[in-house]
């Protein structure tokens, strides 16, 4: 469940920095889909628990 909620998160972190430097928008899409990823996790690993 701690793997699942990490990888989630480090895969959206990984894509906004991605995006910034495809998109050249400074940090802006790294911190939006970091964000996405912290409540994509929780909902995963919420999910899992009830």
Sequence with gaps: MAFQMAAT???FVLLG???DGY???????TV???LL???????V??????
């Excluded at 998109?23 to 899409?29: A, D, K, P, V």
């Excluded at 690993?45 to 009830?50: G, I, V």
Aim: zero cysteines.
């Design 23 to 29: 998109f050249i928008t400074g940090q802006l899409l």
């Design 17 to 19: 920095r991605w995006l």
């Design 37 to 43: 990823g912290v409540f994509g996790g929780l909902y």
């Design 9 to 11: 998160i480090v895969v």
């Design 32 to 34: 939006v889909f970091a």
């Design 45 to 50: 690993a919420l999910k899992d628990f009830f």
